[in-house]
């Protein structure tokens, strides 16, 4: 199981270094077959064990955009390489989560030289982040608060299959099923930036690519609900929110 997910990393990273459209010509940064992208973020999103393999060149964006990054107590190498003055108790989280916060400029304490000063113990928060998910939703970014993140999301292309073309489609469905009926969902389950929900749309995506679609909304928000609570999702660095209560 394990093998199979890295080869298909290794595809989209293969992917991901020659978008080209019918022409032969670039088209902006390639954000690799959308089918592949989305089956490894949602494999990704659903075991919490392996992160996307994102192809962020010189972009640093997600690093200097004012964003908290929530850090697990399981994640004890990390916190112990993150000076304790820059960590805080994670609202809404139990004991032992920690957010760590941001410079003047919005630029993450750990960036140095343009570089991550920890990256091989960056967080999980860092290490789940894909800009690609925005491209991939039709969500948009804060481009007052976050223009790099922006600016990359406006370069990223996708290439499409077939089959990639449908499950954009059914995905495109679930972000409209989440805006739509929020207020059918139990009270703050869903979060209301557009980093989270474009997380939780690429999490439920399959429940929109079947012919069952056409059931009743309550009835679809207690699908999604189910979903939710059988594994927190991942979201956006900076907008995290406690798991769904039972």
Request: without cysteine; neutral net charge; glycine residues 8%.
């Given at each position: 199981?394990?093998?199979?997910?890295r080869q298909q990393l290794v595809q989209l990273r293969v992917e991901n270094q020659k978008a080209e459209d019918d022409s032969g010509a670039q088209r902006g940064v390639s954000a690799g077959e959308f089918s592949n992208w989305l089956r490894v973020t949602e494999a990704a999103m659903r075991s919490g064990e392996e992160a996307t393999d994102v192809p962020c060149g010189s972009c640093r964006g997600c690093c200097r955009s004012s964003m908290f990054i929530h850090i697990g107590p399981e994640e004890v190498e990390t916190i112990r390489r993150i000076p304790k003055g820059l960590l805080f108790a994670a609202p809404g989280f139990p004991t032992g989560h920690v957010l760590m916060g941001y410079g003047d400029r919005g630029q993450c304490p750990m960036l140095s030289g343009g570089e991550c000063s920890i990256y091989e113990y960056r967080p999980q928060t860092c290490r789940d982040y894909d800009c690609r998910v925005f491209a991939a939703t039709g969500l948009s970014v804060d481009e007052h608060n976050q223009p790099e993140i922006a600016h990359r999301v406006g370069e990223w292309s996708f290439s499409y299959s077939e089959e990639g073309r449908a499950l954009q489609a059914a995905l495109r469905r679930a972000v409209s099923f989440l805006q739509g009926n929020r207020a059918r969902f139990p009270e703050g389950s869903l979060p209301g930036e557009s980093g989270p929900v474009a997380a939780i749309a690429v999490r439920i995506s399959k429940l929109f690519t079947t012919a069952d679609t056409q059931v009743a909304d309550a009835t679809m928000v207690r699908r999604i609900v189910a979903v939710l609570r059988a594994k927190r999702v991942?979201?956006?660095?900076?907008?995290?929110s406690p798991p769904i209560q039972n």
């Open positions: 199981m394990v093998s199979s997910r991942p979201m956006e660095s900076g907008s995290h």
